[in-house]
């Protein structure tokens, strides 16, 4: 049995007329005659009732119709379902995404694309970056919100969001009435950090903007996320440089401030594994290359093609 005898019966059906059946088919008579009577060979019955006036459907002709127009509504369906996938606008993907992402790029990434393909589930999961790129490069995941920069032969990477280093002081430090503090006032703080291993290239740069400040930083606590180590110093164990979007996080007892020192700018971006050309994947990068989004949260949308990380305003 194949669709077109389906469709063929069901046009007879609803003429209930073999002549005006075909021409709606856009076939002759004799043709649609034989389908028929080859899908009644087929099923073993018989499901119209002919002669030379008139054409009504049996029995088994009634329960067909009914089936014939539930199947034929799932080959649409599946159709329609399989080119929605094609162009991805249907189906899953999985996002990764560091903490601090939360507090940039995230929220108006997923707010564009739900609202562009409302049909594709995301399955978000909070990881650090490591966690992440060991995810891409398993499959267990098909886009990562990371910290940049990614050297990974198997992964590609999209910067997508810059910003600088801000300070994250206890609210009763000594420089709170400073605006923008010189680094070297830290010099003999506590800092609060994260393990290397998570995000080598923001340690380095940390580690980094110190030593040429004059010192290098006495490494009083870690912490694995973003937010757990602004609440260390909230309850005064020691100071961070954090991310400027981490100034959106308000914590009772902290403060932020800039830097007189030129910091280096902490990439967020896109990692994915090489290879992986599907199409959901590709509508979710164009929508983050169109994003433009400051370190004060907001966002608009770029012109395609001048998807460029911007730099972050204080």
């Known amino acids: 049995m194949e669709l077109r005898h389906l469709r063929y019966f069901v046009s007879v059906a609803e003429h209930l007329h073999f002549g005006r059946a075909a021409a709606a088919l856009h076939i002759s008579q004799p043709p649609l005659t034989r389908q028929i009577k080859q899908l009644e060979q087929e099923l073993g019955v018989t499901l119209f009732a002919r002669n030379n006036r008139n ?29 929605e996938v094609a162009r991805g606008g249907s189906g899953e993907l999985s996002i990764g995404f560091v903490s601090v992402a939360d507090y940039s790029v995230l929220p108006p990434l997923l707010k564009q694309f739900r609202a562009r393909y409302p049909g594709v589930t995301l399955r978000l999961r909070e990881a650090t970056s490591d966690v992440q790129l060991g995810a891409l490069r398993s499959d267990r995941l098909d886009v990562g919100i990371v910290l940049g920069p990614v050297n990974d032969a198997q992964l ?13 002081l206890p609210a009763t430090h000594r420089a709170r009435a400073l605006e923008r503090l010189p680094l070297a006032v ?87 594994k090489q290879g992986n050309g599907a199409a959901m994947l590709g509508n979710f990068l164009a929508i983050a290359d169109a994003l433009d989004v400051d370190a004060a949260g907001a966002s608009v949308l770029r012109g395609a093609g001048q998807g460029r990380a911007r730099r972050a305003r204080l």
């Open 186 to 272: 830290l010099a003999a703080e506590p800092f609060i950090m994260f393990p290397r291993p998570l995000a080598t290239g923001l340690y380095d740069d940390i580690i980094g903007t110190c030593n040429r400040a004059g010192f290098s930083p006495s490494i009083g606590q870690e912490a694995i996320q973003m937010q757990t180590i602004v609440s260390l110093v909230s309850v005064g164990m020691g100071v961070a440089l954090v991310p400027a979007s981490l100034m959106h996080l308000r914590r009772t007892g902290v403060i932020y401030r800039g830097l007189q020192e030129k910091t280096p700018m902490v990439t967020t971006g896109l990692a994915w």
């Open 55 to 83: 054409v009504e459907l049996t029995a088994a002709g009634k329960l067909a119709l009914e089936h014939a127009h539930a199947l034929l509504a799932q080959a649409d369906n599946l159709g329609l379902r399989t080119r």
């Open 156 to 168: 590609n990477f999209r910067a997508v969001f810059r910003e600088p280093l801000v300070a994250a």
